[in-house]
């Protein structure tokens, strides 16, 4: 059975990203988190994640849409 919520390592890992750069996504309110235990330690629930995920993929597409990746002209 796979944990609810995973450490900020744990979604780097699974992110391919730094540490610091999740923790940056969680303390800007771009993946929501949240702070537990007396230290205050943050963890992502895996259904945020996944969502945070889809949003992603989404907002990609509307990019590439927008975007259209056209030929260079002679030069």
Do not use: C
């Not at 992110?15 to 750069?21: A, F, G, K, T």
């Not at 992502?44 to 927008?66: F, G």
């Amino acid at each position: 059975m796979e944990a609810r919520f995973l450490l900020l390592s744990d979604v780097a890992a699974e992110l391919n990203v730094s540490d610091s750069q999740v923790y940056h996504m969680v303390r800007s309110g771009e993946l929501p988190a949240i702070k537990i235990g007396g230290r205050g330690q943050w963890r992502v629930e895996r259904a945020r994640l996944e969502e945070y995920i889809q949003a992603k993929y989404a907002e990609t597409a509307a990019w590439v849409r927008d975007n259209p990746l056209t030929e260079r002209e002679a030069e």
